[in-house]
């Protein structure tokens, strides 16, 4: 596995690069629609890859790990085969939903102890067994297991957790070049930088991670609640000192305008829930703004879901139709508009690829921002 | 609109045939599958036409005239426009939802009245009001107002509704002829044969409803819960009385094996909410049989869904991650699930077709139908 970088934005820190894993080249900029439990809620996945051509998904380690289980996935040869999905994954470290979905949830040197949100049963997390799940899962890209605080969060809980992510981390990494891939192809591991909303602990973070980072590394910590000039300051400080080299991946960001903002300072991985589960209440993203299609003002509205998406399925229904859907209740709703929001961010992130590449990203993202964020 | 019967099966009632619409040629022996309330639930109209090629689905009248709404359908230019389905459509005539599903109905000469089982509006669904209703949705085939006795159900009853049912059926016929199509293609009524389970009213209604037949006819009343052998038995009496040169249509019938007996019995036309109702619930059919997916037996089975199915998607899906995504509750088992059952279902009438052709329907049918019965 590698990442080439291609080409850097002389006026803004964005960039291009290609990541290369058994499963298939990631372009960067990318955005990695999440599937939860083995499966992007409400899309096939051939509409993944053939209609709206993801080229990475994400997976979740805590829900994976409580259903179907590492057993089961091992002996149907790993995620990829378990789901029929032949493209690149990247499974998280199941910190995030231990310490968000799980109940009981206890931290100590050794690891998290929680009780399932499902049958209460209870679990460890530990650094070694997180990453002996995910070679179970047999993602092609895997999280170092951390702790990700809270906003907001005080300077001397931040520290301690940080240190404590930096401890674990080490222990990730021994335990990651201790054992092998399990399905014959090779995964690769990336540390996560925390540090809460300070300065010198990101700064500190950033150092210490990046010693190992064999492919890439991840920023953790961010969009949980700090109001965006935080995200978007501590996102620069940290890509400001990481290695040029490596692919960033900022975790659980975010709005169409928080990843193009993104972009522009040097992130080149994301994943949210946003597009998918947005979707499923009806919220759509397109290039003038979003809107919500259960309002009345679609009622009669015959005009396309989106005159400009990509996707065909979105020029072809009406907004009154999908707005049919969601007042009926009807599966296909969320079908259709978690296809569309999908198509939009991947869609989005392929433009502001070749924007980089062709100089003209900075003002591109500059005028399609503020619009991004209306409502329609 | 045209029927042309192409062929007749020597060893069987069975036939092939083709019926001609404004939206596309419907080869017969056809199922249509269901598209309750303007989609078929889980489904794109996309899968419908390119992956499972449904040549015609059903909407239900009860279902649109409350929501959307006909003022709403109109705005659009009618149903096919306003689910973009391009394939013909037959609506029925919203009498069995009435029956089964409005509160407070109360059947009067005029008509039917209810309570919306919505938001409990009162209505009329009179002769003339469900023509123009069905005027307003625009489907290809519209069906007659008529009441759909319940099983059991005494003579005295049966007799009355079936002559109420036949005086309905002369206003509809005077209303339908009396009204011009809305979009500028033409529609089709078929008249509805009731009568129960006795025999003298199902020859006496299918005599009085034939003189009403412009293209086709409906049998009604049947699959309401009476033995399949006197469904068998009214299906042959009545199939054996209606003109050889109209397509006849089994409403609501039924299982896969109910599907092959009736073709025999000389039907052409079928609809049942079973494949996609079923397979919400996790209920697989095969050529080898039912199962239930859910069922701990298929747990670490990673053979395909259906090794023979027509549709890749139950090829390349296992049981095993199909029965996870149930266990889960995953939007993608039912989507996996109706797809296969739906599939299921056209390719078995497709291979019907293709057996009266050749000669070898009868014994086909005949070895299958007890295997489509059993349980896996």
């Known amino acids: 596995m590698k990442f080439e970088l291609e080409h850097s934005d002389p006026q803004s820190q964005a960039r291009v690069g290609t990541l290369q894993t058994a499963h298939g080249q990631i372009p960067t900029p990318i955005f990695m629609p999440v599937g939860t439990i083995g499966t992007v809620k409400g899309v096939h996945q051939k509409e993944l890859s053939e209609d709206i051509k993801a080229k990475i998904i994400l997976g979740n380690t805590y829900h994976l790990y409580l259903r179907p289980g590492t057993e089961l996935l091992e002996k149907a040869g790993g995620l990829h085969q378990f ?23 206890k931290i100590k040197e050794e690891g998290a102890t929680f009780a399932s949100h499902i049958d209460g049963s209870k679990h460890l997390f530990s650094p070694e067994g997180v990453m002996d799940i995910q070679r179970s899962i047999g993602a092609d890209i895997i999280m170092a297991f951390d702790e990700c605080t809270p906003y907001p969060c005080d300077y001397r809980y931040a520290k301690k957790s940080m240190e404590l992510t930096h401890r674990w981390l080490k222990r ?127 009622k009669d509205d015959f005009s396309p879901i989106d005159e400009d998406a990509p996707n065909p399925t979105s020029r072809q229904h009406t ?41 003209s990203f900075r003002a591109w993202k500059d005028e399609l921002v503020p619009i991004l964020e209306q409502k329609r």
Chains 1, 2 share one sequence.
Not at 249 to 272: H, K, Q, R, S, W
């Open 83 to 105: 789901m029929n999905w032949q493209g690149p994954i990247l499974t998280d470290s199941g910190g995030f939903q231990v310490f968000s979905l799980a109940h009981r949830r």
């Open 172 to 298: 990730c990494y021994t335990r990651f070049k201790e054992t092998e891939p399990k399905y014959g192809y090779p995964q690769s591991l990336f540390p996560i930088v925390q540090g809460s909303v300070y300065k010198d602990l990101r700064l500190k973070s950033a150092e210490t991670v990046a010693q190992y980072a064999d492919l890439g590394i991840a920023i953790g910590g961010l969009s949980v609640g700090e109001p965006k000039e935080e995200m978007y300051a501590m996102t620069d400080l940290v890509c400001s000192q990481l290695p040029t080299d490596k692919p960033r991946y900022l975790m659980g960001v975010g709005t169409p305008a928080n990843i193009l903002e993104c972009i522009a300072l040097g992130v080149d991985m994301f994943d949210c829930v946003m597009p998918t589960r947005n979707a499923r209440h009806g919220l759509i993203f397109t290039r003038k703004g979003k809107l919500n299609i259960k309002n009345k003002k679609w």
């Open 319 to 359: 907004k009154a139709y999908l707005r049919h859907l969601f007042t009926v209740n009807e599966l296909l709703g969320m079908q259709i508009a978690t296809l569309h929001n999908l198509s939009f961010y991947l869609e989005l992130v392929r433009e502001a690829r070749e924007r980089i590449l062709d100089g």
